[in-house]
C-alpha cells in the first residue's frame, strides 16, 4: 500500500519521496508517524510513547484533509492505500 505525505518541512529520511510504500494493506496513523521515525536517520519524536495525541504546540496532522483527532479513533485511524497524510511542524514565533 502507498500512504501519500504533504508537509511544510523535509520529512527526515524522505527527503525526495511524496509518499511511502508499505508491505501492509492498513496501518494506524500512530504506526504510520512511528515508521516514518523509524527511516530518519535522527529518530523524530512525532508520537511520544503512551500519548493519546500529538503535542498541538509541536505538530499538526491530517488525514486527507481532516484534522486526526476530528476522527474517534484519532490516533489509531486506519490509513489505507492512497490516503493522504499532512503533516505540519509548528512555527514558534516570538521576538
Known amino acids: ?18 509518499g511511502v ?7 494506524s496513523l500512530r504506526e504510520f508517524l512511528e515508521e516514518l521515525s523509524g527511516r530518519a536517520p535522527a529518530r523524530v519524536e512525532y508520537v511520544r510513547p503512551g500519548a493519546a495525541m500529538l503535542d498541538p ?5 491530517e488525514v ?3 484534522p486526526y483527532h476530528h476522527s474517534s479513533e484519532g490516533l489509531e485511524t486506519l490509513l489505507r492505500d ?10 514558534l514565533g516570538g521576538g
Open 57 to 61: 504546540t509541536e505538530w499538526d496532522v
Open 82 to 91: 492512497g490516503d493522504t497524510v499532512t503533516i505540519r511542524i509548528m512555527v
Open 64 to 66: 486527507n484533509g481532516a
Open 1 to 18: 500500500m502507498r500512504v501519500n505525505i504533504k508537509s511544510n518541512f523535509l520529512i527526515p529520511g524522505l527527503e525526495n519521496e511524496e
Open 21 to 27: 510504500d508499505l508491505d501492509r494493506s492498513e496501518i
